[in-house]
């Protein structure tokens, strides 16, 4: 019986033995030869789209665009992915083909709310303007109004989207003794509400009497540039904005303006439309916007669970069985 064939569209963190465990194992134990994409760049659409016709399972990451064209093409048995999101896969196009989905929920939140955490301190705080200042030899002398900042402690923390990362946050601005509003499609349950001592409040509210605001709601068509022009009018000058979620959910060019005019005080992206941002961006320009990699999940231990599950899905795809944390479970009707 021949082997199945498997293509991972990126070199895992640590978790590659596995994989090549499964592949090179006595021919009793093997489960798939594997094919692993060297390069540091992702692999082009049309390659993604002829390996798809050759082989039984994809374990890929948000980069690779899995589209219907692809899947409607494919041999898969199995799509793996490497994160909690999958808007970058067309489900409804694998559902139809009977194909499971597999993805790792639940083991970034922390790693997420965190930073998180650290953009927004990083913001309010300067950090890393007061970095490049002192690298720059501008620090002469301890100053009363050098390089001000908002205080966190006891300010306004609105957070869009309660879901584990949004209450993973609102646990940490706890310490912070921080006043904690949310909106959400729909409102929380009355215990998780007392449980997090937050307030729901429609979006117009937050925007208006938050000191902080940070987005952890999914992208989708109602969340593409929620936050526009409209929205920062409606913010605090004071205001700074964090987002680890994704960067379709604000408008670029009205965040530059509300940054570049100060109608708000600052920012902090953990994601950007598009993804790398480019080099001609103006707010590479802006020295009151932090911009970070989306390393949103980017701690060891969370990157090898991400590994572990992704793997597990796959093999369990593989043979038939149930994945693990299935995207798509009506598959299985």
Not at 75 to 81: A, D, M, P, Y
Request: net charge negative.
């Amino acid at each position: 019986m021949s082997l199945a064939k498997v293509f991972i569209t990126r070199r895992l963190p640590t978790e590659l033995e596995q994989l090549y465990a499964i592949a090179s194992g006595t021919a009793r134990s093997a489960i798939a030869s594997v094919e692993v994409w060297p390069e540091r760049q992702p692999p082009p659409y049309e390659v993604l789209l002829a390996k798809a016709q050759n082989v039984d399972g994809f374990l890929c990451l948000l980069t690779d665009k899995i589209d219907r064209q692809l899947i409607e093409n494919s041999s898969l048995k199995v799509i793996s992915q490497m994160a909690v999101g999958y808007d970058n896969i067309d489900i409804a196009a694998a559902t139809a083909q009977k194909i499971p989905v597999g993805h790792t929920p639940g083991v970034l939140t922390d790693a997420t709310a965190d930073l998180t955490w650290a953009l927004l301190m990083a913001a309010a705080r300067r950090v890393v303007e007061a970095d490049q200042f002192t690298r720059a030899g501008l620090w002469q002398t301890w100053e009363p109004d050098l390089l001000l900042g908002p205080n966190v402690a006891g300010a306004t923390l609105g957070i869009i989207g309660l879901g584990r990362i949004g209450q993973g946050v609102a646990r940490r601005a706890h310490g912070f003794d921080m006043k904690i509003l949310y909106t959400n499609r729909h409102q929380s349950d009355s215990e998780l509400e007392k449980t997090l001592n937050v307030e729901f409040v429609p979006l117009e509210t937050l925007l208006r009497k938050s000191d902080f605001i940070t987005i952890h709601t999914p992208a989708s068509d109602d969340t593409y540039h929620l936050i526009s022009d409209r929205q920062f009018a409606l913010m605090k000058s004071s205001a700074i904005l964090i987002n680890t979620a994704r960067g379709s959910i604000i408008d670029q060019d009205a965040l530059y303006h509300a940054l570049s005019q100060n109608q708000i005080a600052a920012a902090a992206l953990d994601v950007t439309e598009p993804e790398p941002i480019p080099k001609d961006s103006p707010l590479l320009t802006l020295d009151n916007l932090i911009i970070t990699p989306h390393i949103g999940s980017a701690s060891r231990q969370t990157r090898s669970k991400m590994a572990t599950i992704a793997i597990a899905n796959l093999i369990a795809g593989l043979k038939g069985d149930r994945l693990p944390y299935c995207v798509n479970p009506q598959v299985y009707d």
